[in-house]
T-cell receptor, first 108, second 117 residues
């Protein structure tokens, strides 16, 4: 079945790194995505990784993929207050299946 | 990326009425989708909007409740029919297959926040 899970909440101090984790179940997923949703806004595509890769870096964002364990993570370096939002991972087979979302709170 | 405009951005509706949400994209896209995000929840795919034919609905969603149109490659509508308070959600339009980006990247509109009273 299709099931994408995330921890619900993460709190970090400004300037620290944040790591948001995601587990998925469908091994046929071709791409895996990270989206950001700020209050009252739609979803912003942050980054994505092909299933044949194990790491992708894009400025402050690092995505790690462990296909064997079906585990995906998003690391945000030097976390800022503007990073406070809900982060969704999503897996793609023939459609996007979204995780439960992780609310990231950044405090000074 | 695409500019995706949804109208209305929010609405408060009486139960038993219907609301049609519009999604306009500033360029042609291959695929358009409609999602629902219930309060505090993740996104659930309602249906894929197919140009010139009936939408493809996911399990738990039916055409009578959520009729969808897609007359061309840049526009789609979702109607929430005979609304009840349980339909209070954010409804989001999503597109894939934008120009040279292929079908890899999926973009979202800002959503329509619906409250049914």
């Amino acid at each position: 079945g299709e099931d994408v899970e995330q921890s619900l909440f993460l709190s970090v101090r400004e300037g620290d790194s944040s790591v948001i984790n995601c587990t998925y179940t469908d091994s046929s997923s071709t791409y895996l995505y990270w989206y950001k949703q700020e209050p009252g806004a739609g979803l912003q595509l942050l980054t994505y990784i092909f299933s044949n890769m194990d790491m992708k870096q894009d400025q402050r964002l690092t995505v790690l993929l462990n296909k064997k364990d079906k585990h995906l993570s998003l690391r945000i370096a030097d976390t800022q207050t503007g990073d406070s939002a809900i982060y969704f991972c999503a897996e793609n087979t023939d459609k996007l299946i979204f995780g439960t979302g992780t609310r990231l709170q950044v405090f000074p | 990326s695409a500019v995706i405009s949804q109208k209305p951005s929010r609405d408060i509706c009486q139960r038993g009425t219907s609301l049609t949400i519009q999604c306009q994209v500033d360029s042609q896209v291959t695929m358009m989708f409609w999602y629902r995000q219930q309060p505090g929840q993740s996104l659930t795919l309602i249906a894929t909007a197919n140009q010139g034919s009936e939408a493809t609905y996911e399990s738990g969603f039916v055409i009578d409740k959520f009729p969808i149109s897609r007359p061309n490659l840049t526009f789609s509508t979702l109607t929430v029919s005979n609304m009840s308070p349980e339909d209070s959600s954010i409804y989001l339009c999503s597109v894939r297959g934008l120009g040279s980006l292929g079908n890899t990247e999926a973009f979202f509109g800002q959503g329509t926040r619906l409250t049914v009273v």
